[in-house]
């Protein structure tokens, strides 16, 4: 069982993200009305979460921490299709096949409680962005070269006893590969894991909280509270949306995970203020824009303290 407890919390800093120039991975950086004052705390809701029995999730007065060791709590394919090295997008011809490389992880993260709006969004980068029920985190939708599609890629390979090993498997996730330093076997979904979602949900009903986003805004699948699917069309530029949940009759701020193949997969970008020191910088798997040599730097999972160029330089690497 998951252990949940009470006990004073040091607030780690708020401060919002400076997004990196020139990469049309992700969403830039753009203005957006800070007018909403108010806010919601989502202390209530995160406590009754179905959260795996793999994550410990403590509060703090204005913080959730959650520790898990990013084994997710849902099966996975025996095989994985995983790029060959120094290959940052793969396909069936730059690909190989290993058995499950995903490993344990140190994950812990403090994150709001009570999210604000922010002045402006802040694009989600490669790496975290968010964490998941099940005790895995939650990427955006790209790739390591932060525009290809993880879910429009997708391919499968034949594994050595025949059946069929995947890039993304039927819960939109995947592994890290082996040999990635720091970020060996690190489990994490692209998109909607239907897994999870099939854990908390019933068919025909609503979405429930799935995940939180670093910025403290609750994750949800593609249902609304009357069971209907949410169109994309309905979604800001994040994949948010104010609306009623289960959680939430009066409605909240929340992300929506729809269920596509596309770049509205996965969230783009932040809505809310989000702390600096959770983003996690995977090591970078090529050389940088215009050539030489690949940067060096270790990643540790856990929490992290992030400047902007560690940020800018994640989007150079593998996702």
Same mark, same amino acid.
């Given at each position: 069982?998951? =252990?949940?407890?009470?006990?004073?919390?040091? !607030? $780690?800093?708020? &401060?919002?993200?400076? /997004?990196?120039?020139? %990469?049309? #991975?992700?969403?830039?950086?753009?203005?957006?009305?800070?007018?909403?004052?108010?806010?919601?705390?989502?202390?209530?809701?995160?406590?009754?979460?179905?959260?795996?029995?793999?994550?410990?999730?403590?509060?703090?007065?204005?913080?959730?921490?959650?520790?898990?060791?990013?084994?997710?709590?849902?099966?996975?394919?025996?095989?994985?299709?995983?790029?060959?090295?120094?290959?940052?997008?793969?396909?069936?011809?730059?690909?190989?096949?290993?058995?499950?490389?995903?490993?344990?992880?140190?994950?812990?993260?403090?994150?709001?409680? =009570?999210?604000?709006?922010?002045?402006?969004? !802040? $694009?989600?980068? &490669?790496?975290?962005? /968010?964490?998941?029920? %099940?005790? #895995?985190?939650?990427?955006?939708?790209?790739?390591?070269?932060?525009?290809?599609?993880?879910?429009?890629?997708?391919?499968?390979?034949?594994?050595?006893?025949?059946?069929?090993?995947?890039?993304?498997?039927?819960?939109?996730?995947?592994?890290?590969?082996?040999?990635?330093?720091?970020?060996?076997?690190?489990?994490?979904?692209?998109?909607?894991?239907?897994?999870?979602?099939?854990?908390?949900?019933?068919?025909?009903?609503?979405?429930?909280?799935?995940?939180?986003?670093?910025?403290?805004?609750?994750?949800?699948?593609?249902?609304?509270?009357?069971?209907?699917?949410?169109?994309?069309?309905?979604?800001?530029?994040?994949?948010?949306?104010?609306?009623?949940?289960?959680?939430?009759?009066?409605?909240?701020?929340?992300?929506?995970?729809?269920?596509?193949?596309?770049?509205?997969?996965?969230?783009?970008?932040?809505?809310?203020?989000?702390?600096?020191?959770?983003?996690?910088?995977?090591?970078?798997?090529?050389?940088?824009?215009?050539?030489?040599?690949?940067?060096?730097?270790?990643?540790?999972?856990?929490?992290?303290?992030?400047?902007?160029?560690?940020?800018?330089?994640?989007?150079?690497?593998?996702?």
């Amino acid at each position: 069982m998951n =252990r949940i407890a009470l006990p004073t919390a040091c !607030t $780690a800093g708020i &401060l919002v993200l400076a /997004g990196c120039g020139g %990469s049309s #991975a992700t969403a830039e950086t753009t203005a957006v009305s800070a007018r909403s004052a108010a806010t919601v705390s989502t202390k209530s809701a995160l406590k009754k979460a179905r959260w795996g029995a793999g994550v410990t999730v403590t509060f703090g007065t204005s913080t959730v921490r959650l520790r898990s060791n990013g084994i997710p709590n849902h099966s996975r394919q025996k095989w994985y299709a995983v790029p060959n090295a120094g290959v940052v997008v793969p396909d069936a011809s730059t690909a190989h096949v290993i058995s499950d490389p995903t490993g344990a992880q140190s994950y812990d993260f403090r994150i709001p409680t =009570r999210p604000r709006k922010a002045a402006k969004t !802040t $694009a989600a980068p &490669l790496g975290s962005i /968010g964490f998941m029920i %099940s005790g #895995a985190p939650l990427f955006n939708p790209y790739e390591g070269d932060g525009k290809t599609v993880a879910m429009s890629s997708n391919f499968t390979l034949t594994a050595p006893d025949g059946t069929k090993a995947v890039f993304v498997d039927a819960c939109s996730g995947h592994p890290t590969p082996g040999g990635m330093a720091g970020t060996d076997g690190q489990y994490h979904y692209h998109a909607l894991p239907a897994c999870v979602a099939r854990q908390v949900d019933r068919t025909g009903g609503p979405s429930h909280i799935i995940g939180v986003a670093f910025d403290g805004f609750p994750i949800y699948g593609s249902r609304d509270i009357r069971g209907r699917k949410i169109p994309v069309s309905r979604l800001d530029k994040c994949n948010g949306i104010t609306s009623p949940t289960p959680e939430f009759p009066k409605g909240i701020y929340h992300y929506v995970l729809p269920g596509t193949n596309d770049a509205t997969s996965s969230i783009r970008c932040f809505r809310g203020v989000v702390d600096a020191s959770l983003i996690q910088r995977m090591p970078n798997m090529g050389p940088p824009p215009g050539g030489g040599p690949p940067p060096g730097g270790a990643a540790a999972a856990g929490t992290r303290t992030a400047s902007a160029a560690m940020l800018c330089d994640l989007s150079r690497v593998l996702a």
